[in-house]
Nanobody
Framework: QVQLVESGGGSVQAGGSLRLSCVGS????????MAWFRRAPGKEREFVAA????????AYEDSIKGRFTISREDRLPTVYLQMTALKSEDTAVYYC???????????????????WGQGTQVTVSS
């Protein structure tokens, strides 16, 4: 099992930027796909972005395409979510997640991810 700790959240005005970080520990970080999810107030947790174990392939939720970028640095080991052009609707708690299987196809399904961080709050004011 891997332990995940997110950081980098905060309060920004619309149009601003933030970079979230997720540090993994407890087992090898490499060879595992990683993802970011978010939960807005009163809503279900939703997929945001994912990156495969090689760092080559990524997937994004439609509303954040072109504004958010997921990346990874396995030597640290850390996964990042660079967020730009933030909107009020991006306000949510953001979670880092990892599946329990190495390699495998990149997936956006919540059920595929069983290791979760505690979340970091992002608040965007208009």
């Amino acid at each position: 099992q891997v332990q995940l700790v997110e950081s980098g959240g905060g309060s920004v005005q619309a149009g601003g930027s933030l970079r979230l970080s997720c540090v993994g520990s407890g087992r090898a970080f490499v060879n595992y796909n990683m993802a970011w999810f978010r939960r807005a107030p009163g809503k279900e947790r939703e997929f945001v972005a994912a990156i495969d174990y090689s760092g080559t392939n990524t997937a994004y939720e439609d509303s954040i395409k072109g504004r958010f970028t997921i990346s990874r640095e396995d030597r640290l080991p850390t996964v990042y979510l660079q967020m730009t052009a933030l909107k009020s609707e991006d306000t949510a708690v953001y979670y880092c997640a990892a599946p329990d299987y190495a390699y495998g196809p990149l997936t956006t399904a919540t059920v595929a991810y069983i290791n979760w961080g505690q979340g970091t709050q992002v608040t965007v004011s208009s």
